[in-house]
């Protein structure tokens, strides 16, 4: 089955670009995802990527996809306070794999 | 306002009682997964379900049941065999069974359980 790895921490100071990095095992996700999380709350879909894509842009947002190293990240350019929250990356067929989620501390 | 509710928020029981956990969604999605959420472990799926009377189990199914016998609900229950289930419960449904769709979850607020 899929496996994804993140890394569980980043701080970065508002203003400033966040990339948050992920790879995952199974080649043959269709689809890639990224999911945000606030304090207390449920997950929420944030973008995603299809596998033949290498890049999608969606306003402050860009994914980039390296299939050969099955390697996923997200960038968020001009990093703000609201964008502190938990990132997880998913793939796989149904059900979604889920990484551990990276914590993102944006720093004033 | 469509959605997914899962209630209770907070919930404390005491070792060796059966708690069940409510999830209804009025999306009119097929798909409902109840996932477990622990500090530095990410979300592990516990049951899912793709239609109505049928469900199959996650990565960490032993301890809990479901049913679905209504497209809306998805209720979990955590029995006395669960272990350690103080955690932070999810639930989730989705549109699709296939493509772009079937990753596009749209998640409850969560169900907070504390066993003292």
């Known amino acids: 089955g899929e496996d994804v790895e993140q890394s569980l921490f980043l701080s970065v100071r508002e203003g400033d670009s966040s990339v948050i990095n992920c790879t995952y095992t199974?080649?043959?996700?269709?689809?890639l995802y990224w999911y945000k999380q606030e304090p207390g709350a449920g997950l929420q879909l944030l973008t995603y990527?299809?596998?033949?894509?290498d890049m999608k842009q969606d306003q402050r947002l860009t994914v980039l996809l390296n299939k050969k190293d099955k390697h996923l990240s997200l960038r968020i350019a001009d990093t703000q306070t609201g964008d502190s929250a938990i990132y997880f990356c998913?793939?796989?067929?149904?059900?979604?794999?889920f990484g551990k989620g990276t914590r993102l501390s944006v720093i004033a | 306002d469509g959605g997914i509710t899962q209630s209770p928020k907070y919930l404390f029981r005491k070792e060796g009682q059966n708690v069940t956990l409510s999830c209804e969604q009025n999306l009119n999605h097929d798909a409902m997964y109840w996932y477990r959420q622990d500090p530095g472990q990410g979300l592990r799926l516990i049951y899912y379900?793709?239609?109505?009377?049928?469900?199959q189990k996650g990565d960490i199914a032993e301890g809990y049941s479901v049913s679905r016998e209504k497209k809306e609900s998805f209720p979990l229950t955590v029995t006395s065999a669960q272990k350690n289930p103080t955690a932070f419960y999810l639930c989730?449904?989705?549109?699709?069974?296939?493509?772009?769709?079937?990753?596009?979850?749209?998640f409850g607020e969560g169900s907070r359980l504390t066993v003292l």
């Open positions: 199974d080649s043959s996700s269709t689809y």
């Open positions: 990527i299809f596998s033949n894509m």
């Open positions: 379900s793709q239609i109505v009377n049928d469900f």
């Open positions: 998913s793939g796989g067929n149904t059900p979604l794999v």
């Open positions: 989730a449904s989705s549109r699709g069974l296939a493509g772009v769709m079937a990753g596009e979850l749209f």
